[in-house]
């Protein structure tokens, strides 16, 4: 479905279909092909019953591509904003924010100087290295009057859209496949108390070095090195 110019619709409840689902183990006759159409017109091959689709402004999607739509918020509105329709970025960097976004938050509040306030990202942007190298990011920023005093960004590079990276700065703090797609890259099946054990470890892993690494920052800040 075309997405240049067009304006939001209200929700709509959409019809039901009559393909077979795609999802593992569902074999429901109502399923509708995923309405994701990409910035190169490619389409998203997916089929879904309304148990495992999204809707998004009243269209169906699979659910990876609708958390898309959903992370990129208004630039989603045109297609040459959307991601390759097998490049998870926006997704992931969307979904790790949301975990750790309360975390962050009062990370920062509990840093912050005098008049210094905290300004969040909520959509998911397209930003560049230096090398003009695009990856999808997020971001928490400390700020005060003068311009920025520190910003905490969750970022997945487009050549790698498994690779979860964090920066405080411009310095990586931490950097890592999470283990849910790990575990779909190798195909094991593992126990559900297993699975959310490591989810909560990898989610630890992050948390403690970008405290680390704000600590570090933030002392930086408050006690620069003067030479005579």
């Given amino acids: 479905m075309p997405f240049f110019n067009r304006k939001r619709k209200e929700a709509l409840t959409p019809v039901i279909g009559t393909l077979l689902c795609q999802a593992r183990g569902c074999h429901n006759p109502t399923a509708l ?3 994701y159409v990409d910035k190169r017109g490619r389409v998203c091959s997916g ?4 148990a495992h689709w999204g809707v998004v ?3 169906v999607y699979c659910r990876r591509h ?9 630039a989603a509105q045109e297609r040459r904003a959307l991601p390759d329709v097998d490049n ?4 992931l960097v969307n979904w790790i924010a949301d975990q750790l976004d309360s975390h962050l938050r009062k990370m920062l509040g509990d840093v912050a100087h005098g008049e210094e ?5 909520k959509d998911v942007k397209l930003a560049y290295d230096a090398h ?5 990011e997020r971001s928490w920023k400390l700020v005060e009057t003068t311009g920025m005093v520190l910003k905490v960004g969750i970022q997945v590079d487009e050549r790698d859209d498994a690779m979860v990276t964090v920066r405080v700065g411009s310095e990586m703090v931490a950097q890592g496949v999470p283990p849910w797609i790990a575990r779909r890259h190798s195909g094991d099946e593992i126990d559900p108390d297993v699975d959310r054990l490591r989810r909560e470890l990898f989610y630890r892993f992050l948390e403690e070095n970008i405290q680390d690494a704000v600590k570090r920052m933030r002392d930086r800040v408050d006690s620069p090195t003067w030479v005579a």
Avoid: K, N, Y
């Fill in 88 to 91: 998870r970025g926006p997704s």
């Fill in 47 to 50: 089929v879904f019953c309304p």
């Fill in 33 to 35: 092909q995923c309405s």
């Fill in 66 to 74: 609708a958390s898309t739509l959903r992370a990129l918020g208004e």
């Fill in 117 to 121: 306030r905290i300004l969040v990202e």
């Fill in 132 to 136: 003009r190298r695009p990856r999808w």
């Fill in 57 to 59: 402004d009243g269209d």
